[in-house]
């Protein structure tokens, strides 16, 4: 068995290692709830959401990532390198597109585009609940690319304990949502 090493710088081995804490510890206080659920009913899932990286003011419609944009989510690639995602679900704009393709490239999956949809001015229930769906049936973690509107409300569809509030010149809010069981999860925020 070949094995490859890859070479880390030690800040995002010590990111990856608090994402690692922070799950252990979020597991071991759902232990409990997960005994009491037959292990074939439901798998434990870790889904990733983040607000898309900084973006350009042009044009104003879908505008790309900015250079620092870029480095962003080429560090999120790095730092989400090791947390068994299998699939990456983006909403229909690049600057998600864009967040999220370092990533899947260096797994070797191609995101999901799952056009946002609207009913009146707030989030259709049918969008969240087709997210949250495709977030935890992927067989493994997921990472969710969002934006400032739609990613407390996917939490909050995932059945998420905590549901935060995110402003709109913050780009460097982590969530890290483990699901045990069907729209039960807890919430750990942490900064990329």
């Known amino acids: 068995m070949n094995t490859v090493r890859c070479s880390q ?14 799950s252990l510890v979020l597991l071991c206080a759902l232990g409990t709830a997960m005994a009491a659920l037959p292990q074939s009913e439901f798998k434990v899932t870790t889904v990733y959401l983040v607000r ?13 990532l900015t250079e620092a944009g870029t480095k962003r989510a080429d560090d999120l690639a790095r730092k989400l390198s090791k947390a068994d995602i299998k699939t990456i679900l983006t909403s229909q704009f690049l600057r998600t597109k864009h967040t999220a393709e370092p990533l899947a490239k260096q797994l070797g999956i191609t995101a999901t585009v799952v056009p946002v949809k609207m009913a009146g001015r707030e989030l259709s229930p049918d ?12 067989g493994g973690n997921a990472l969710i690319v969002g934006h400032s509107n739609t990613v407390p409300e996917l939490i909050k569809a995932l059945g998420g ?5 995110i402003d709109e010149s913050v780009y460097d809010d982590l969530f890290v949502v483990t699901v045990y069981a069907k729209g039960k999860a807890k919430v750990a925020h942490l900064k990329q």
């Open 52 to 64: 898309h990286a900084e973006k350009a003011a042009a044009p104003a419609s879908d505008p790309p």
């Open 9 to 22: 710088s030690p800040k995002s081995s010590a990111w990856f290692k608090l994402i690692a804490v922070v």
């Open 127 to 138: 969008y969240l609940k087709e997210m949250a769906e495709r977030a935890t049936s992927g």
């Open 161 to 165: 304990d905590v549901t935060p509030a």
